[in-house]
């Protein structure tokens, strides 16, 4: 079986869909099936090379407008090249164009990231194309039944939905590594919280960084972005910028050792662009309570209030301490929340069944 997947990004750039992406198209070669990437290149050159197995193909872009790279040459690309099926991740304007224009009636799965929040005045020209590449599609993969019913536009297709959670190399977190964590705590002190993730705007990391005002502890933020100078810039303005240190991106071998370092893990997102949170399935493989926020979306499926960590209302800094205090100041409360989160990404998250279910998708879509 060949497949393609089509998406804006594609390791070494980090991300969670990217992370995703990369995560499942290795999974599948592991697998026998012939696995193409299709992406765009940071720069206007295209290269073709190959990564564990996998075809990379990064098209080279144009321009990039409201975070969607622009890429003529991803269109000719996906004309050229040969697949049973396309497996696109949504949303992506331009690879959602290039699928009508050059899909070649190839069958289409899409993996439904994400409602478009933020971007209200495109939307308005956006809608036409995004409903039309909706109905193109012969599946569409959703990453929780709550996204699933909440969404505006995956509601109108639930006869075409399939939940298939995202998961993740379970072993990779879960593995201690006693003696780097020690090293990550030796430096920065105790209790620690860690924050991993794109420095986006609905990431809400100005909500958490308040927060610190209010505790006695030291916040690791990994990750890079356009929002990274703006709240470098309001840790420094209310007073807490010696305890919020900004790490940037950790390479992938050194991330485990963060997670368990750590005391308590937060992810205090304020939009449904945050649709499911594959770095809090990273924070509780490695053993880490967490506390996140209600969306409306997957976070609250894959965080289960009480048992795996505390929800918390979004855009309350005030909450976000409350909850942050109340697991640094109870120990074995923290350590039984982590255990339970562990052992919920090891049973209902793992890698291996998320590439299976998308595989008998495959297999049930070229058999129809």
Not at 81 to 86: G, M, T
Not at 139 to 167: H, M, N
Not at 294 to 310: A, D, M, P
């Amino acid at each position: 079986m060949k497949v393609l997947h089509l998406y804006k990004d594609y390791y070494p750039i980090l991300g969670g869909i990217e992370n995703h992406v990369r995560a499942l198209a290795e999974g599948q070669a592991r697998r026998g099936l012939d696995v193409t990437v299709l992406t765009t290149n940071t720069s206007g050159k295209t290269i073709v090379e190959w990564q564990n197995g996998i075809q990379v193909v990064k098209a080279g872009r144009i321009i990039t407008v409201a975070s969607t790279p622009i890429s003529w040459k991803l269109i000719a690309w996906l004309w050229r090249l040969e697949a049973d099926l396309v497996h696109l991740q949504f949303p992506y304007p331009w690879g959602e164009l290039a699928y009508l224009l050059a899909g070649r009636k190839r069958p289409l799965i899409i993996t439904y990231q994400s409602d478009v929040v933020r971007q209200a005045r495109l939307l308005r020209l956006y809608r036409p194309l995004l409903w039309q590449v909706l109905s193109r599609a012969n599946w569409l993969i959703a990453t929780s039944q709550r996204y699933v019913e909440t969404s505006p536009y995956l509601s109108r297709f639930k006869d075409r939905c399939q939940v298939i959670p995202l998961g993740i190399d379970y072993d990779r977190f879960s593995k201690p590594r006693p003696d780097q964590a020690e090293a990550i705590r030796g430096r920065f002190g105790k209790p620690l919280l860690l924050f991993v993730g794109r420095l986006r705007y609905y990431k809400g990391l100005q909500y958490l960084i308040t927060a610190m005002k209010d505790l006695d502890a030291v916040l690791l933020v990994i990750g890079s972005g356009q929002m990274e100078i703006p709240w470098k810039t309001l840790a420094r303005e209310l007073g807490v910028e010696r305890k919020v240190f900004f790490l940037g991106d950790v390479p992938d071998s050194e991330l485990p050792s963060y997670y368990q370092a750590a005391d308590v893990f937060a992810l205090p997102s304020t939009h449904r662009s945050e649709a499911y949170g594959v770095s809090l399935l990273e924070a509780m493989a490695s053993g880490l309570p967490v506390v996140s926020t209600e969306l409306g979306t997957g976070t609250s499926f894959v965080n289960q209030h009480g048992r795996t960590g505390l929800v918390v209302p979004a855009g309350d800094s005030r909450s976000l301490a409350r909850a942050l205090h109340e697991l640094l100041g109870d120990d074995a409360r923290r350590r039984a929340m982590g255990q339970c989160a562990s052992e919920r990404v090891e049973k209902e998250f793992s890698l291996e069944a998320m590439v299976d279910r998308v595989i008998d998708l495959y297999q049930r879509t070229l058999q129809s």
